[in-house]
């Protein structure tokens, strides 16, 4: 394993454990000594990255190593930006631990050979993926807010007014923040997917070939698209909408692992390992 | 209040018989620092408010005192629930009954009416209350936040007036201190301990912000309409009151510049309120599921939040089982606040032993302002800079005889002796006559004595 990928996930576990502390003693320095090692984990996740694409001549996604980190980058950064514009420091909790996961995975996962296909050395296929990855790292971190919010809301229902109930933010915050995820991760993911079926009409001649990744990949928006078109219209919010932000993670789960490793298709070069 | 007392006695008997003998001889100490004064548990409002000072009576009333000859120091703190004379005597016995005539003289109670209400600490004691009271240990709601702003303004009016000087300058500064740590370090302030306060903090964890949220007020009683105050200063927004007589509506309406709406009108109105505060004396349920789903979609599903104060309740439980909802009742707002009580004493706990550490700092201070320990420490300070200096010297004289050694050894000890000779003779005269101290203060700073005591 490559030292500066030891280092990040170093920095990224004592992030956590920072984060951790913040949920137990509720100091506020515990979550800014919790920040800054993620932002230190993160600063040398881009280092990682870049390094590896110099070496490489081609953007960090052409394996499972490398998506893996990948991911992880997009998630770390989305979360990095939702600090900056929301209060919610308790998510740390949430996003500290699964950016540490998934960099330990990409270190257990062999770093299978890259072969440079021409089709991936345009500009569109880095595109569409930064902007898919940045897109699904928003509806990850809407997931950790829907967890929050339903435990918000269990203890405020259930009248236990314990640890849980001091410790999570208000519900209006919550909620502000877990539609913010979603509206984000939806124009970038709609941004992602006109950029990869245009990509697709260059370089095989159609917009849409029923492949499974396709398929799901629009699972995935439609999915969200419910899931906004009935906020605005009936205000479908609280619980439902945590709810659904949870599910339809796992869809995405699905859409990024399961597909390229259970069923085949032209998206799997890329999660080879 | 009870428990809390239990608190600090148990920590009193975990403390060493070694440390309590200690605390023994320290009694003896700092008597000319007394503390008197009435509270909200030794004196009943009608005798507090005969003692309460205006701003002009309060500058009158420490002018006065410190012209008092038995009286060096004095800060007076007047709050709604206390008056407290803090003092630096010259005489304790003569200082407190000079006091105690000034306050019956002044407030023109007499004294037999308002002896038994007063409490009197010297020493240690004086100095505990006042960092128990500046952190809101002594208050009639344990943690409230005022009262540290309250002797802040006491004690500023107090220097204004330069009714202080050494001790009480200190003995303030440390107590603002002891407080801040309390608050920072303990959890003593942080939730709520009454009904309708704790009802407030359950809106602020369903909405954020209370800011422009509506409230609907159904029927009325005393703790319902306390949380309406405290709504109306979280700048609620609109506020409606319904009441079975539309005309007891109005005028609690006109109260709270809001709206009285017919008791029919409620299913209506739950489409646009966010808080229901309802304490009704209805034998039945006031509002069922029914009139709740029916609004629900209308107001596009945002939470609503009952308050259920009344007893037999208005709102029917089920309707906390309808999403975005949050009923509480009575019960359960008593359960939030036991519950926020019992983490209170807690760290009340862990207040009383903050106080008690600062209360043994400030007595080793106090203590070095006598005239012997502050000679010793003069004398250690430069016997202990002069050996230094010698047995840096004398490493590079090697050539010396011993007689040339003894005999610089002589110089050096005559020195020490001859440069504190007058220094010391000062401090043991001054004593006598004047504010000593001032001195002895001047003569610690002058040659950072007490370096090594931490802050």
Same mark, same amino acid.
């Given at each position: 394993m490559n030292i500066l990928h030891f280092v990040t996930i170093f920095f990224y576990m004592l992030s956590t454990a920072g984060y951790i502390a913040y949920l137990f003693f509720q100091k506020s320095y515990w979550q800014k000594t919790g920040f800054t090692l993620l932002l230190m984990g993160f600063l040398g996740h881009s280092l990682l990255m870049l390094l590896s694409s110099l070496q490489t001549?081609? /953007?960090?996604?052409?394996n499972l190593q490398q998506t893996l980190m990948l991911a992880g980058w997009a998630f770390a950064c989305v979360f990095l930006l939702l600090q900056y514009r929301f209060n919610?420091?308790?998510l740390g909790v949430y996003a500290a631990p699964f950016v540490a996961v998934i960099m330990i995975s990409a270190a257990g996962v062999p770093a299978a050979e890259i072969s440079s296909h021409p /089709?991936?050395?345009s500009f569109w296929i880095f595109f569409h993926v930064i902007t898919t990855f940045l897109g699904n790292a928003a509806f990850a971190l809407a997931c950790g807010v829907g967890f929050l919010y339903l435990l918000q809301e269990h203890a405020i229902k259930t009248k236990n007014t314990g640890f849980l109930f001091r410790r999570l933010p208000s519900l209006d915050l919550l909620e502000q923040t877990g539609h913010a995820c979603i509206v984000s991760g939806f124009t970038a993911l709609t941004i992602g997917l006109v950029a990869g079926i245009l990509y697709a009409k260059v370089? !095989?001649?159609? /917009? !849409?070939? !029923?492949d499974p990744k396709e398929l799901w990949s629009g699972i995935v928006w439609l999915f969200y698209a419910a899931l906004l078109h009935e906020r605005l219209t009936?205000? !479908?919010?609280g619980r439902k909408a945590a709810v659904m932000s949870i599910i339809g993670f796992l869809v995405i789960m699905f859409t990024f692992l399961g597909v390229n490793l259970i069923l085949e298709g032209h998206h799997g070069v890329f999660t080879r390992w | 209040m009870e428990c809390l007392r239990a608190g600090s006695n148990r920590l009193m008997q975990s403390v060493s018989p070694e440390a309590v003998h200690i605390a023994a001889d320290r009694? &003896?100490?700092?008597? +000319?620092i007394i503390l008197i004064g009435l509270n909200h548990k030794s004196a009943p409002v009608s005798l507090r408010e005969c003692f309460a000072f205006s701003e002009e009576d309060a500058v009158y009333a420490i002018g006065a005192l410190r012209k008092l000859?038995?009286?060096r120091e004095v800060v007076l703190l007047s709050t709604c629930n206390r008056v407290e004379l803090i003092m630096y005597v010259e005489k304790s016995v003569e200082a407190a009954v000079a006091a105690r005539k000034f306050l019956s003289e002044f407030k023109q109670v007499p004294p037999d009416q308002f002896e038994t209400a007063l409490y009197q600490y010297g020493g240690e004691d004086a100095v505990r209350h006042l960092f128990r009271v500046a952190s809101s240990l002594?208050?009639?709601?344990?943690? %409230?936040?005022q009262i540290l702003g309250q002797i802040k303004a006491a004690y500023f009016k107090a220097v204004t007036y330069k009714s202080t000087g050494v001790i009480l300058n200190r003995l303030l500064h440390r107590t603002f201190f002891v407080a801040k740590r309390v608050r920072s370090e303990t959890?003593?302030? +942080?939730?709520?301990?009454?009904i309708s306060y704790a009802a407030i903090e359950l809106g602020r964890k369903i909405?954020? %912000?209370?800011?422009q949220k509506k409230v609907l007020l159904i029927g009325a009683g005393e703790m319902a309409e306390l949380a309406v105050e405290h709504l109306i200063r979280s700048q609620a927004g609109a506020i409606y009151v319904a009441n079975r007589t539309f005309e007891r509506g109005v005028s609690l309406a006109q109260r709270y510049h809001g709206r009285a709406i017919h008791f029919e009108e409620i299913p209506t109105a739950l489409q646009d309120v966010d808080i229901i505060i309802s304490s009704t004396g209805?034998? %039945?349920?006031?509002?069922s599921p029914k009139d709740v789903t029916a609004v629900m979609r209308k107001r596009r599903h945002r939470p609503l939040f009952f308050i259920d104060i009344a007893v037999p309740r208005?709102?029917?439980?089920?309707? &906390?089982?309808? &999403?975005n909802v949050y009923v509480y009742d009575i019960d359960d707002l008593k359960g939030v606040v036991d519950h926020n009580i019992e983490d209170r004493n807690r760290e009340a706990i862990k207040a009383e032993r903050i106080i008690e550490e600062a209360v043994i700092k400030f007595a080793n201070w106090y203590d070095g302002l006598q005239v012997v320990p502050t000679i010793k420490a003069l004398r250690n300070k430069v016997t202990d800079i002069a050996n230094g200096e010698m047995e840096k010297t004398m490493r590079s004289l090697e050539n010396l005889s011993d007689a040339d050694r003894q005999a610089v050894v002589r110089m050096k000890d005559s020195l020490i002796n001859k440069v504190l000779h007058d220094p010391i003779m000062f401090l043991k005269e001054s004593g006598c006559h004047t504010d000593k101290a001032v001195y002895l203060d001047m003569v610690r700073k002058f040659f950072r004595l007490d370096e090594n005591q931490s802050e």
């Open positions: 001549g081609l /953007f960090p996604g052409q919610l420091k308790i /089709f991936f050395k370089v !095989w001649g159609h /917009f !849409w070939s !029923w009936v205000g !479908w919010g | 009694k &003896n100490i700092m008597q +000319d000859p038995a009286i002594d208050s009639m709601v344990v943690g %409230e936040p959890g003593i302030g +942080d939730h709520a301990v009454s909405f954020g %912000e209370l800011t209805s034998p %039945e349920y006031v509002i208005d709102i029917d439980p089920k309707v &906390n089982r309808i &999403n």
